[in-house]
């Protein structure tokens, strides 16, 4: 078996949270189907600096549940780093609010977007509380024809698991149409978004549902797989890149 593919979770364990005991169960079972071996580490949003560095040595990288972040610049750090570095990402929850802000700030402009959790009063709440709570909630979610969350589903709808008060807001969901690249994956019956894909990277996914949670019932979540297996990816053509030029090195 292959040395063990390091995953960052980024993120402010807590034990009490359902989404974080989950995790490392669900990343095992995917491990399992995948013959793998996986090696997930918690980061702190506290640890992580500007450029987020923390993470630069890891496969793929997870923003995980259980906003607000101790630092949220450093989880907008560590996903952009994902974003340009073409590193395998995952965001679910708050991975999601926060993957949808960052974007929306650094590559379409929006300065002001904000979180309206965190920043109540701002001019431009991206994020904003859900109409209905989420909280330990369950429902339909609807893939897009061509994304590539259908495809890993291999389905057109799946029955996904909640915990959050706060999403998108509808009014801004048209900033997601696909034309700079991050685009609506899924939705759910009322057309409200769950889901957001970019286009041309190898693997950037961030849902607002919590697939991980699966993993309590021994359930292995293709959605984690595939996360897993582009992590894997990413670390084989890492570990193929070094050997060349330490190869070219040696001549």
């Known amino acids: 078996m292959s040395d063990a593919i390091p995953i960052a979770l980024v993120g402010d364990f807590d034990a009490g949270v359902t989404a974080h005991r989950a995790i490392p ?3 095992q079972l995917s491990a399992r189907r995948l013959g ?3 090696a997930p580490e918690w980061i702190h949003t506290e640890a992580i600096g500007p450029t987020a560095q923390e993470v630069s040595r890891h496969a793929g990288i997870w923003c995980v549940p259980a906003s607000p972040y101790a630092n949220m610049a450093g989880a907008l750090a560590a996903i952009r780093r994902a974003r340009e570095s073409l590193r ?3 965001g679910t929850c708050g991975g999601f609010q926060h993957a949808v802000l960052e974007y929306a700030r650094n590559v379409l ?13 701002s001019v431009m709440p991206l994020i904003g509380r859900l109409n209905c709570s989420l909280v330990e909630k369950s429902g339909p979610v609807f893939f897009r024809e061509g994304s590539q969350l259908r495809d890993i589903y291999r389905a057109d709808r799946a029955e996904e698991q909640y915990h959050c008060n706060y999403g998108l807001i509808p009014g ?14 899924a939705t759910d019956a009322a057309g409200e978004v769950r889901a957001v894909e970019l286009v041309g990277h190898p693997f950037f996914v961030a849902t607002l549902f919590q697939p991980e949670r699966s993993g309590l019932q021994g359930i292995e979540h293709p959605l984690i797989t595939a996360f897993l297996r582009s992590a894997a990816e990413s670390a084989a053509g890492a570990a193929l890149g070094k050997a060349v030029v330490k190869g070219a090195a040696s001549k």
Do not use: I
């Open 172 to 185: 801004y969901a048209g900033l997601f149409d696909g034309s700079s690249g991050l685009r609506v994956a």
């Open 109 to 121: 402009g929006c300065t002001q977007a904000d979180h309206a959790e965190t920043a109540p009063d």
């Open 88 to 90: 395998p990402f995952l």
């Open 25 to 27: 169960k669900a990343l």
């Open 36 to 38: 793998l071996r996986v």
